[in-house]
């Protein structure tokens, strides 16, 4: 009898074990603040009124019933966000077949992206929930333009027509995020493109972001220059301006572009070059980066002085030696570098350019020996046919800009040639402004942004 007892009470026990391992859970109240952030830098949360929020709980499969014989997923509860974003779920503590703890939360509003968000709990907890705009999107604009150096900050740039510029995004997507499927997510993936107009101006308007604000790379791509890049931050409701500088890239100098004074005499050994950059020396801060002088060089030439610069000894022993493939005159030269590929500091982006500074040749039997303006073809030849074409010669590295003037002085054209080398340059004048043919006109040169030399030419096309 005292075993019969003794076996009820423990019978007892596992029942009341059993009974209380699988019952039914206590009540869960899941609330919180659905709210969108246009501007995350500023950390001010903006709430989401009119939202439907919902909260979904997996179907537990039985052993007699198929995947397919009734939806997977049971509606626990629903609401709406007041004014201020805020919503309130409760999970009810008597539910069957449901898998208790995993469930999922759905967030609608036809202004903002939906979200599905999987959430783990069995106790009552908060939960804030952040909405993407759908009528948001980040507008990047800018402008395209050649003829300058990098680090030449008075230099007019000309606009480059047709240069394609893209954006590029650099994060995935936020887990749970559904978004359009246009909109391409994933890094590195072309999301828009733009082309430039006559003006060198794009425009590449509403931009889908993955979140409310994300980092992407902006391209501009032309024939015969390296593409430049850059990289920045943005974010719903703004619009980034961001513009480019392209520098062709060079295959060899000739001796039109790179002249010497041959009085001095010739040093293989060591030159002294004057630098236009922010007060490195060439040879130890590339050569220290892994990065070559040559894949910098925008183009080398002579100038008459060096009072004007910061001086870098290069050493055959150097970075120099790997751009040096010809004995060079000693003298006093000029290297235009590009600030995409100096590296000032340790954190910086060095993008490589695909071609490089060939072989230096150096015309040292014709100096020039001052700075000029002239006709490039006699008066007798075709001109319909070729043009009208100017010869400047420059006796150093210098900013050029060329303004035509009628007869009576009126402006009717100005054409900013940007940085040249020293040397020889062709002009190609193409018809200019209201200029009539065989019109006589006066073209004045500014060096430097000083009117240096005039010239009465008559124009043809």
């Given at each position: 009898?005292?075993?019969?007892?003794?076996?009820?009470?423990?019978?007892?026990?596992?029942?009341?074990?059993?009974?209380?391992g699988?019952?039914?859970?206590?009540?869960?109240?899941?609330?919180?603040?659905v709210?969108?952030?246009?501007?995350?830098?500023?950390?001010?949360?903006?709430?989401?009124s009119?939202?439907?929020?919902?909260?979904?709980?997996p179907?537990?499969?039985?052993?007699?019933?198929?995947?397919?014989?009734?939806?997977?997923?049971?509606?626990l509860?629903?609401?709406?966000?007041?004014?201020?974003?805020?919503?309130?779920?409760?999970?009810?503590?008597?539910?069957?077949?449901?898998?208790?703890?995993?469930?999922?939360?759905?967030?609608?509003?036809?202004?903002f992206?939906?979200?599905?968000i999987?959430?783990?709990?069995?106790?009552?907890?908060?939960?804030?929930?952040?909405?993407?705009?759908?009528?948001?999107?980040?507008?990047?604009?800018?402008?395209?333009?050649?003829?300058?150096?990098?680090?030449?900050?008075?230099?007019?740039?000309?606009?480059?027509?047709?240069?394609?510029?893209?954006?590029?995004?650099?994060?995935?997507?936020?887990?749970?995020?559904?978004?359009?499927?246009?909109?391409?997510?994933?890094?590195?993936?072309i999301?828009l493109?733009?082309?430039?107009?006559?003006?060198?101006?794009?425009?590449?308007?509403?931009i889908?972001?993955?979140?409310n604000?994300?980092?992407?790379?902006?391209?501009?791509?032309?024939?015969?220059?390296?593409?430049?890049?850059?990289?920045?931050?943005?974010?719903?409701?703004?619009?980034e301006?961001i513009?480019?500088?392209?520098?062709?890239?060079?295959?060899?100098?000739?001796?039109?572009?790179?002249?010497?004074?041959?009085?001095?005499?010739?040093?293989?050994?060591?030159?002294?070059?004057?630098?236009?950059?922010?007060?490195?020396?060439?040879?130890?801060?590339?050569?220290?980066?892994?990065?070559?002088?040559?894949?910098?060089?925008?183009?080398?030439s002579?100038i008459?002085?060096?009072?004007?610069?910061?001086?870098?000894?290069?050493?055959?022993?150097?970075?120099?030696?790997?751009?040096?493939?010809?004995?060079?005159?000693?003298?006093?030269?000029?290297?235009?570098?590009?600030?995409?590929?100096y590296?000032?500091?340790?954190?910086?982006?060095?993008?490589?350019?695909?071609?490089?500074?060939?072989?230096?040749?150096?015309?040292?039997?014709?100096?020039?020996?001052?700075?000029?303006?002239?006709?490039?073809?006699?008066?007798?030849?075709?001109?319909?046919?070729?043009g009208?074409?100017?010869?400047?010669?420059?006796?150093?590295?210098?900013?050029?800009?060329?303004?035509?003037?009628?007869?009576?002085?009126?402006?009717?054209s100005?054409?900013?040639?940007?940085?040249?080398?020293?040397?020889?340059?062709?002009?190609?004048?193409?018809?200019?402004?209201?200029?009539?043919?065989?019109?006589?006109?006066i073209?004045?040169?500014?060096?430097?942004?000083?009117?240096?030399?005039?010239?009465?030419?008559?124009?043809?096309?």
């Open positions: 009898m005292g075993k019969r007892n003794l076996f009820s009470k423990l019978l007892a026990a596992v029942i009341m074990i059993s009974c209380n699988f019952s039914a859970p206590s009540e869960v109240n899941i609330s919180g603040i709210y969108h952030d246009v501007y995350p830098a500023n950390m001010v949360n903006r709430p989401v009119g939202a439907e929020v919902k909260i979904w709980a179907r537990l499969m039985l052993l007699n019933r198929g995947p397919d014989e009734e939806d997977q997923y049971i509606l509860d629903s609401a709406v966000t007041d004014e201020n974003g805020s919503y309130s779920l409760t999970i009810p503590s008597t539910i069957e077949n449901i898998g208790y703890g995993t469930y999922s939360i759905s967030v609608t509003h036809n202004k992206v939906s979200r599905i999987p959430l783990n709990t069995t106790k009552d907890k908060v939960f804030d929930i952040l909405l993407v705009s759908t009528e948001a999107k980040t507008q990047i604009k800018g402008f395209v333009g050649t003829g300058c150096s990098n680090v030449d900050t008075l230099c007019k740039l000309q606009p480059v027509e047709g240069c394609t510029v893209e954006v590029r995004a650099t994060f995935p997507p936020v887990d749970g995020l559904l978004l359009p499927d246009d909109i391409v997510l994933y890094t590195g993936v999301r493109r733009a082309v430039t107009n006559k003006q060198g101006l794009y425009n590449i308007d509403s889908p972001l993955s979140s604000g994300e980092k992407v790379y902006v391209s501009a791509l032309k024939n015969g220059y390296p593409a430049p890049l850059t990289q920045t931050s943005v974010y719903n409701k703004s619009s301006e513009d480019f500088n392209l520098v062709r890239e060079f295959g060899t100098y000739n001796n039109d572009t790179v002249l010497i004074d041959p009085l001095e005499p010739a040093d293989t050994d060591s030159l002294t070059f004057s630098l236009f950059t922010t007060g490195h020396c060439c040879c130890s801060d590339f050569w220290n980066k892994g990065v070559s002088v040559k894949d910098t060089i925008i183009f080398i002579y008459v002085s060096d009072t004007s610069c910061s001086k870098c000894d290069c050493e055959s022993a150097g970075a120099w030696e790997q751009f040096k493939s010809a004995p060079i005159p000693a003298g006093h030269y000029a290297i235009y570098t590009s600030e995409v590929n590296c000032p500091g340790e954190a910086c982006h060095v993008e490589i350019m695909s071609k490089q500074v060939g072989e230096i040749t150096i015309d040292a039997a014709s100096p020039i020996k001052q700075t000029v303006i002239r006709k490039n073809l006699p008066e007798t030849a075709s001109l319909k046919t070729l009208s074409n100017l010869l400047i010669s420059l006796r150093q590295s210098s900013l050029i800009t060329l303004k035509i003037y009628d007869i009576q002085g009126a402006l009717l100005e054409i900013q040639m940007g940085k040249l080398p020293a040397g020889n340059h062709k002009v190609e004048m193409k018809k200019q402004g209201n200029v009539r043919a065989s019109e006589m006109v073209v004045q040169m500014n060096v430097d942004g000083v009117s240096r030399v005039s010239k009465g030419v008559r124009l043809f096309y």
